[in-house]
Antibody, heavy 120, light 107 residues
Framework: QVQLVQSGAEVKKPGASVKVSCKAS????????ISWVRQAPGQGLEWMGW????????NYAQKLQGRVTMTTDTSTSTAYMELRSLRSDDTAVYYC?????????????WGQGTLVTVSS | DIQMTQSPSSVSASVGDRVTITCRAS??????LAWYQQKPGKAPKLLIY???SLQSGVPSRFSGSGSGTDFTLTISSLQPEDFATYYC?????????FGGGTKVEIK
């Protein structure tokens, strides 16, 4: 069965960086893209960006350009999202999500979420 | 960027009620729209893709319709497990924006 398992919760100080991992299993990793979506406490869902697990091509949300980097390691079927220069409003649950089998750009499997808290 | 606007932001309903949620895109997105259900503390779950296609395993009381800029999600007979927040999301182009969400609450 398809699973996306994310790394554990993180607490970071403003200005620091965080790197969240998402380990995929149950499918051919390089056949599907991965998006990252975040959700601030009590707020809605925000799409952060996408990476092709096939060739590493990326597309980032404009507001995060320059602070976010998404990568994959095909040898371990793991996707990574690094966010730099953290601010308090980056406090959120971060999800990885797989491109849908039927429609790219919809997300049919999600990780369990990783809480990132930014606080001094 | 394509803006997605959902209405209402919340709705109170009873078990057995028919509930309809609307989503409007700021520009045409053909049928590239998905609906998700999210319960507190859990990841979103895909319900509908391509505006009207039911994701495998999702009960048939959920249905989606629309194309272009206007879309609806309908729950034909609300069940206790359906109380949650629902989001639309466009898959037409990057960035894949979400609507603001609709919370379905118990009346």
């Amino acid at each position: 069965q398809v699973q996306l398992v994310q790394s554990g919760a993180e607490v970071k100080k403003p200005g620091a960086s965080v790197k969240v991992s998402c380990k995929a299993s149950g499918y051919t990793f390089t056949s599907y893209g991965i998006s990252w979506v975040r959700q601030a406490p009590g707020q809605g869902l925000e799409w952060m960006g996408w990476i092709s697990a096939y060739n590493g091509n990326t597309n980032y949300a404009q507001k995060l350009q320059g602070r976010v980097t998404m990568t994959t390691d095909t040898s371990t079927s793991t996707a990574y999202m690094e966010l730099r220069s953290l601010r308090s409003d980056d406090t959120a649950v971060y999800y990885c999500a797989r491109d849908g089998a039927m429609v790219k750009g919809t997300f049919d499997y999600w990780g369990q979420g990783t809480l990132v808290t930014v606080s001094s | 960027d394509i803006q997605m606007t959902q209405s209402p932001s919340s709705v109170s309903a009873s078990v057995g009620d028919r509930v309809t949620i609307t989503c409007r895109a700021s520009q045409g997105i053909s049928s590239w729209l998905a609906w998700y259900q999210q319960k507190p503390g859990k990841a979103p779950k895909l319900l509908i893709y391509a505006a009207s296609s039911l994701q495998s395993g999702v009960p048939s009381r959920f249905s989606g319709s629309g194309s272009g800029t206007d879309f609806t999600l309908t729950i034909s007979s609300l069940q206790p497990e359906d109380f949650a927040t629902y989001y639309c999301q466009q898959a037409n182009s990057f960035p894949h924006t979400f609507g603001g969400g609709t919370k379905v609450e118990i009346k």
